[in-house]
């Protein structure tokens, strides 16, 4: 009897020690797989470790998370964001500097067209000048081919030196007339950019010195997201519904099949032609807020550089905030396809 008690003693020490002896601080690990499954170990299999998992104390709570892997197109998305934070940050900087100059420079909006009418009457006499620089240089030529019109009814050769003299009478006006194209495209885009400026300043004094510059921080953003294309989601509801709308701007917009649909990008493939816009949509989430991103991209080439510096481009980059806002209050009267086109 004492025989066989030592004898089945001793099989169940050799079989416990087959047993592997886990460590008082072992960890076990839970994870959830691509098809819904959950796991749970105190190892993760090399081919499950691009999973979100939880780290589990004795009692299973969770101590520890490790975050799921991220793809190629979202570790790409993320470096564009960083960008897009930065371009953010410098858009906001400028336009905020700009409003301060604008409410410092001037005193009212009389000021500023009084301001504009001195910039145009300056730039028109420099436009004479250049007229008259023209005109004195078109009739040198013209006397020029008058020399050289008499060597051939002569039936003389013309000499070099008067056909090098014409030869550089023509460049010097060529020169002059594009001198003059850019003084009058100068002319326009000062225009614009004063009336601009004009609209601006009624805009910041509108509630009178005091606010302006309330309004001017208020506003600051929101231009700078038009011209990025961003919108500022107010809350969780808004922003899942704001998610919808983008994904059917993206649908509207993008030329290419959507690749990536998730919670967080939306993402379609690349541009195979040199017309091919890419879209994609990504939220951007911090401590304080939430942001809904869009980014264009058009095929590496140079049609597609200049496509995506195109001022259809731009349009469809500012229609964005826009688009999301009017369909999220349910209002028709803004088209960003209608925008493009006329813009």
Same mark, same amino acid.
């Given at each position: 009897?004492? @025989?066989?008690?030592? /004898? +089945? ?14 460590? *008082?601080?072992?960890? @076990? ?29 004795? !009692?299973?709570?969770?101590?520890? #998370?490790?975050?799921?892997?991220? +793809? #190629? ?13 930065? *371009? ?23 000021? =500023? ?5 001195? !910039? =145009? ?17 078109? /009739?040198?030529? %013209? ?22 003299? #014409?030869?550089?009478?023509? *460049?010097? $006006? ?12 100068? &002319?326009?885009?000062? &225009? *614009?950019?004063?009336?601009?400026? $004009? ?36 809350? %969780? ?7 919808? @709308? ?8 993008? +030329?290419?099949? +959507? ?7 939306? =993402? ?9 816009? /890419? ?5 951007? #989430? ?5 942001? $809904? ?22 349009? $469809? ?24 086109? %006329?813009?």
């Amino acid at each position: 009897m004492l @025989m066989r008690f030592f /004898s +089945t003693f001793f099989i169940l020490f050799c079989f416990m020690g087959l047993l592997p002896i886990q460590p *008082a601080n072992a960890k @076990m690990y839970r994870w959830v797989d691509e098809n819904g499954k959950t796991h749970l170990s105190d190892q993760v299999p090399p081919d499950h470790a691009q999973y979100r998992r939880e780290s589990l104390s004795k !009692k299973g709570r969770v101590i520890e #998370v490790t975050e799921k892997a991220k +793809t #190629v197109e979202e570790l790409e998305m993320e470096a564009r964001l960083e960008k897009l934070k930065k *371009a953010q940050e410098k858009i906001i900087a400028r336009q905020k500097s700009h409003d301060k100059a604008l409410l410092s420079t001037y005193r009212s909006v009389a000021d =500023m067209q009084s301001a504009l009418k001195n !910039k =145009m009457l300056a730039l028109d006499s420099e436009f004479k000048v250049l007229q008259a620089n023209l005109n004195q240089h078109q /009739s040198q030529l %013209e006397r020029l081919l008058k020399r050289a019109a008499i060597h051939e009814r002569n039936g003389e050769k013309t000499p070099q030196l008067l056909l090098d003299e #014409v030869k550089a009478a023509k *460049a010097q $006006i060529l020169t002059i007339q594009e001198d003059i194209d850019k003084q009058i495209n100068k &002319k326009k885009t000062e &225009k *614009a950019e004063f009336e601009s400026d $004009i609209e601006r300043y009624q805009y910041l004094t509108r509630s009178g010195p005091e606010e302006a510059q309330k309004l001017s921080d208020q506003s600051t953003e929101k231009l700078a997201a038009d011209a990025l294309g961003l919108y500022q989601c107010q809350n %969780e509801a808004d922003c899942a519904e704001a998610w919808q @709308m983008s994904r059917q701007f993206v649908r509207e917009y993008s +030329t290419t099949k +959507t690749e990536i649909d998730n919670e967080n990008l939306i =993402m379609t493939r690349e541009p195979e032609k040199d017309d091919d816009l /890419s879209l994609s949509i990504s939220r951007i #989430v911090s401590a304080k807020s939430q942001q $809904i991103f869009l980014d264009i991209r058009c095929r590496q080439s140079t049609l597609g550089a200049e496509l995506c510096g195109s001022q259809k481009v731009a349009n $469809i980059r500012s229609a964005f905030r826009p688009f999301i806002a009017s369909r999220l209050k349910e209002d028709p009267k803004l088209n960003p396809r209608q925008l493009t086109a %006329e813009q």
